[in-house]
């Protein structure tokens, strides 16, 4: 079908009825909101190895949360750290949508998908399974494999939750799980799933994934306070700082949550994704495929760049991202781009990888639902060149509905997504 523009439009509507969120600045979605209000920090120093060798010795790291609870044990020594997170976060995203823990039936089941997106995954068990073979310290687990690599990682979340649906999962960098929140919405467009459990999770925050962070020279040293590190937009931006976390979504049709009763919180309107097509970790210099990507989401959306309210950047405080990306609003919103807020959840949460796209949609749900937007923490001395209104330092009052949500990867890859709050 058509909209009064004549862009042609996706059927059936994808609405998003439940949250989950395990953030290193707030655990469940009451808390994050709140931290998301006050511009609260979740930035602080690493103690779960010493990292008393490296240049980088701060990360976003989640606090509060004990797997015990999530997890048995026995489990616990067989997945990553992130699979727990994941799976909290999941969990309350089925509570709010009113869906139970686990389906009554097989049918219910078999139409329920796993779409998880991450960049890491397991990297962090795979390094210290590593560690033990050749040190020789201790026994090596025969999980390894199914642990250390991906595509077991959606399974963990199935089987916990006994699910029978796809079990997939996307890894496309940063761009992880907004990738797979498109996915996901193809999934129930073309109702090969009822419902999807879908997002993002990662927990990369390693000594060896702190070195090659730094050999490449995009990850901010270590200052005090440490809460200050992350400063997106700023003219003395030093780089991102690594973070963890699981942002969790329920997805369906917007005639599946009628049928159910259920009040949807978003309808997710539009997806678009492209490739540069130019380097390993370097955007193209001209953001042309950037701003393409941001081009789709609207068309798929049926909506024009005057029609967006909000922008939740991928803003991750190093200084080719945030001026190119800033130059890829520009080219895809126009003069437009000058007129609406946005903000990167980054400033906050730190750069948890191929999460960070479903904590920026989570960001924007919550925030906008709630009639705010959050604001780019730390952003005291702007650069000339990233000139548009990055909300600083100060959440502000918002009507806004409409909101674009952007990412761009390694591997010169951009996705970005188009939300409507409900």
């Known amino acids: 079908m058509a909209n009064p523009q004549g862009v042609l439009l996706l059927s059936p509507s994808v609405v998003i009825t439940g949250i989950g969120v395990v953030s290193p600045n707030g655990i469940g979605c009451e808390a994050f909101t709140d931290a998301l209000r006050q511009g609260k920090s979740g930035i602080g120093p690493i103690t779960s190895f010493d990292a008393g060798g490296l240049s980088v010795r701060h990360a976003a790291c989640v606090k509060g949360l004990d797997p015990r609870t999530i997890m048995e044990d026995r489990d616990l020594r067989r997945v990553p750290r992130m699979v727990p997170l994941a799976l909290a976060a999941a969990r309350e995203a089925l509570r709010q949508a009113q869906l139970p823990p686990m389906?009554?039936?097989?049918?219910?089941?078999?139409?329920?998908?796993?779409?998880?997106?991450?960049?890491?995954?397991?990297?962090?068990?795979?390094?210290?399974?590593?560690?033990?073979?050749?040190?020789?310290?201790?026994k090596l687990s025969p999980f390894a494999v199914t642990a250390g690599t991906h595509?077991?990682?959606?399974?963990?979340?199935?089987?916990?939750?006994?699910?029978?649906?796809?079990?997939h999962v996307i890894t496309t960098g940063c761009a992880s799980s907004t990738d797979a929140l498109g996915y996901a919405m193809m999934h129930?467009?073309?109702?090969?799933?009822?419902?999807?459990?879908?997002?993002g999770a990662d927990a990369p925050i390693t000594e060896g994934i702190l070195r090659g962070f730094e050999l490449m020279r995009i990850v901010a040293p270590t200052t005090e306070p440490m809460q200050r590190t992350s400063r997106p937009f700023c003219k003395d931006r030093a780089g991102f700082v690594l973070g963890e976390g699981a942002w969790m979504f329920v997805l369906e049709t917007a005639a599946h949550a009628a049928a159910r009763g259920v009040k949807p919180l978003a309808e997710l309107c539009g997806w678009g994704s492209t490739c540069d097509a130019f380097h390993?970790?370097?955007?193209?210099?001209?953001?042309?495929?950037?701003?393409?990507?941001?081009?789709?989401?609207?068309?798929?959306?049926?909506?024009?760049?005057?029609?967006?309210?909000?922008?939740?950047?991928?803003?991750?405080?190093?200084?080719?991202?945030?001026?190119?990306?800033?130059?890829?609003?520009?080219?895809?919103?126009?003069?437009?781009?000058?007129?609406?807020?946005?903000?990167?959840?980054?400033?906050?949460?730190?750069?948890?990888?191929?999460?960070?796209?479903?904590?920026?949609?989570?960001?924007?749900?919550?925030?906008?639902?709630?009639?705010?937007?959050?604001?780019?923490?730390?952003?005291?001395?702007?650069d000339p060149q990233c000139d548009l209104d990055y909300t600083a330092?100060?959440?502000?009052?918002?009507?806004?509905?409409?909101?674009?949500?952007?990412?761009?990867?390694?591997?010169?890859?951009n996705s970005a997504l188009v939300v409507r709050v409900l």
């Open 103 to 138: 389906p009554a039936c097989v049918r219910d089941a078999r139409g329920m998908a796993v779409i998880l997106g991450t960049g890491g995954g397991g990297l962090e068990f795979l390094e210290a399974q590593y560690r033990t073979f050749f040190t020789g310290s201790g």
């Open 151 to 167: 595509g077991n990682l959606s399974s963990e979340l199935s089987i916990a939750l006994a699910l029978r649906g796809p079990s």
């Open 188 to 199: 129930l467009r073309n109702a090969t799933a009822e419902v999807a459990v879908v997002g």
């Open 280 to 382: 390993r970790v370097q955007p193209a210099p001209d953001a042309a495929e950037s701003a393409r990507a941001i081009a789709l989401a609207l068309q798929q959306a049926g909506a024009r760049p005057e029609d967006v309210q909000y922008v939740n950047l991928h803003g991750t405080s190093t200084q080719l991202n945030d001026s190119l990306e800033t130059l890829a609003m520009k080219q895809a919103l126009g003069k437009h781009a000058y007129k609406i807020p946005m903000s990167s959840t980054k400033s906050m949460i730190g750069h948890p990888q191929g999460a960070c796209g479903a904590a920026g949609l989570a960001a924007t749900i919550l925030s906008l639902r709630s009639g705010f937007v959050h604001p780019t923490i730390n952003l005291d001395n702007p």
């Open 393 to 413: 330092n100060t959440a502000r009052p918002t009507q806004a509905k409409l909101a674009l949500c952007n990412c761009i990867a390694f591997g010169s890859k």
